[in-house]
């Protein structure tokens, strides 16, 4: 039996671009199951007579919950353990758990449903991280960073398409059950086909130790203020990201008259486009300049942060679909640039037998603050101009939302004066 399980093991693919491809895959539907909801938001409103405020508590807080609380336990075991396997169960979990929110009949049951999704996606994406880092060398790994977060416009442009027009010609139940299934039948072919590598392959060699607690973990991060600075910078940008992400959709139904199938279309081709020029972009400058200096990890998506404000302004303001298309395609790719720079930098502040849990508390603290706090304060916001602006509040809620990139461009210009002391190594 050990002698087939070696076999076994020997017959896995261990060439890093399909590694990477099968890791975008699974990310692919971690988005899509996270972000379908923005796009169903609207015939679930209607169907269960929800309020704003509802919405982005489930679509935000509910995910958030788990998905930011378990990440950091389930990290530790990627330092110690199998990450493949690791992400192999959680796929199981979250998809399982999407497929389940199709059957609920009430706000409580659908909330409960999307915190069995954060459940399963504490699990997929801290552990990718150290995975893609053991399988690309340091001047590769922005790139490689990069391309793995193509996840996160393919998965939502697909998550927002695919639920319209599933919603629009069926039900929204079944857009919920259909991706479901689909990322339960990914999860074997996952973990039959990745080899798990050597931990810190590429990186200088140092001598075996005990793998590492928490409480050392955190000591070690707190001496290096490049951590926080970058963390709370991705989380302010990504309080603007992820409630644009879900409320954008409904937006161009309420304020443009637009159906839920073209609502989809539309932002799903913004977000795929304008995605993934930002993202490449973001990654190909974080190798090209971090690698002679490192506060250009920090520096990049600052710029880009501040130059994303006034496009976002100019594109809700714009009077036809057609000018809020081409100019919501720029801050689409700004808004998404820090990807492959920040998530670079955090893995080279600690040893690689720290970078899973160190990638958990980074997601930590993003993913509370922007997820759960993002796409909730544009709902509840949207329901306090009601009284004001009527089906237009969602608008000025969205362009109160642009002050986040500033505030997030301001952490990353501190967190640059920081990281080449910090760098480990």
Known sequence: MQKGARVDEKTKVTNPAYVLFILVVVYTFNFIDRQIVGILAVPIKADL?????????????????????????????????????????????????????????????LFAARLGVGVGEAGGVAPAYSLIADYFPPGQRARAMSVYSFGIPIGSAIGIVFGGVIASLIDWRWAFFIVGIAGVIIAPIFRMTIKEPARGGFDRKREATKAPGLTLIVRTLLTKPSFWLLSLGASFSSMMGYGVFFWLPSFFVRSYGMTLLNASLFYGAVLLLGGLVGIWTGGWLGDRFGQDKRAQYARIPAIAFLCTVPFYILAILSPTLTLAFFVLLVPTALGLVWLGPVITAIQHLVRPDMRAT????????????????????????????????????????????????????????????????????
């Open 49 to 109: 007579l929800l309020t704003d405020t509802q919405l982005g508590l489930m679509g935000g807080l509910a995910f958030a919950l788990f998905y930011t609380g378990l990440g950091i336990p389930v990290a530790m075991l990627a330092d110690r353990f199998s990450r493949t396997w690791i992400m192999t169960v959680a796929l199981v979990i979250w998809s399982g758990m999407t497929a389940a929110s199709g059957l609920a009949t009430n706000f409580w049951q």
């Open 358 to 425: 160190a990638s958990a508390i980074f997601l930590f603290i993003n993913n509370l603050i922007g997820i759960g706090l993002g796409t909730y304060a544009i709902g509840a916001l949207s329901d306090g101009l009601a009284a004001r602006f009527g089906e237009e509040s969602l608008r000025y809620s969205i362009l109160a939302g642009t002050g986040f990139y500033i505030v997030a461009a301001t952490f990353l210009l501190l967190a640059s004066r920081w990281l080449e002391r910090d760098w480990e190594g």
